[in-house]
């Protein structure tokens, strides 16, 4: 059986989703890494980014769950996501790692 984890939705009326540890670690450091090197990215942007950094790496849709794990960290309060420009950026905070 592998490890899962329950991501945060940063709406508090949404549930997060169960996905595999190893992935979602895999996925939010590269997250990490792609949007440490650019100052701001359009959301669809960053998950295509982050597939494309990750290519090869992971089974699965990367593109989806990098869109679960982007949810999981901006409720983290890691990445601020301003829907009026509609940009995603880091925020700068210590990284806070799921405890579940």
Known sequence: ?????RTLHP??????????????DLVRRGTFEVL???ETMK????FEAVADHLK????????????SVKLD???????????????????GEAPKPPVD
Do not use: F
Request: aromatic share 6%.
């Open 1 to 5: 059986m592998t490890d899962k984890i």
């Open 11 to 24: 709406d508090p009326t949404k549930k997060g989703v169960n996905i595999d540890r190893a992935k979602y």
């Open 43 to 46: 959301p669809m942007k960053l």
């Open 73 to 91: 960290m901006e409720a983290r309060g890691e990445i601020k996501h301003d829907r009026k420009k509609g940009l995603c950026r880091l925020t």
């Open 36 to 38: 440490g090197r650019q």
């Open 56 to 67: 090869g790496q992971m089974d699965g849709s990367i593109a989806w769950y990098a869109v």
